[in-house]
């Protein structure tokens, strides 16, 4: 493996701790938000007005993360049907490269529209909650389709598992 390979391998390593960290974080918040609501609601007959909307953005950063943790495991596409057929090993490495090829393709070309989706967020002013706006919210969408973009680059040119599947 070339020194190229380990960096790669090094920083995408880290990068899954920074996920990690996001994922802890946003899991805490949403499971405290979301108790201090039902309990507010039923106890007080109120709530935090913000509360809700926080909690579906931080939904949104959860469901972005996980995928690109996926990605990670290679658990992000399976063609199952193919993967039966074809039981020679040689024809699976094939089938394993064509199917991170197209999804390295897929997740550039999204990556692409959400960063020019994140442009026009920017341009409108428009807010999430406590005045944050609202582009801060979606920014989760293009870093996690880069990163998944990244992953699979990164796949491809090491041709290594980033991360085994725990059973």
């Known amino acids: 493996m070339t020194k190229l390979q380990r960096n790669l391998i090094k920083t995408e390593a880290l990068?899954?701790?920074?996920?990690?960290?996001?994922?802890?974080?946003?899991?805490?918040?949403?499971?405290?938000?979301?108790?201090?609501?039902?309990f507010l609601r039923n106890a007080f007959n109120t709530g935090v007005e913000w509360a809700d909307v926080f909690v579906r953005a931080l939904v949104l950063w959860v469901g972005f993360t996980g995928a690109s943790l996926a990605t990670r495991r290679s658990r992000h596409i399976n063609i199952d049907i193919?993967?039966?057929?074809?039981?020679?090993?040689?024809?699976?490495?094939?089938?394993?490269?064509?199917?991170?090829?197209?999804?390295?393709?897929?997740?550039?070309?999204?990556?692409?529209?959400?960063?020019?989706f994140l442009i026009t967020e920017m341009d409108s002013n428009m807010t999430a909650f406590l005045n944050?706006?609202?582009?801060?919210?979606?920014?989760?969408?293009?870093?996690?389709?880069?990163?998944?973009?990244l992953r699979l680059l990164v796949h491809s040119i090491t041709n290594a598992e980033l991360e085994e599947e725990k059973s």
């Not at 609202?134 to 973009?149: A, E, G, K, Q």
């Open 132 to 149: 944050i706006p609202t582009w801060i919210v979606f920014i989760i969408v293009p870093v996690s389709l880069f990163v998944i973009t």
């Open 82 to 116: 193919f993967s039966k057929l074809l039981t020679n090993d040689r024809l699976k490495m094939i089938r394993k490269r064509v199917v991170n090829f197209i999804s390295l393709v897929i997740s550039a070309l999204l990556f692409k529209a959400s960063v020019e």
């Open 15 to 38: 990068i899954a701790r920074l996920e990690n960290a996001v994922l802890i974080a946003s899991f805490v918040l949403m499971i405290f938000l979301g108790s201090m609501q039902v």
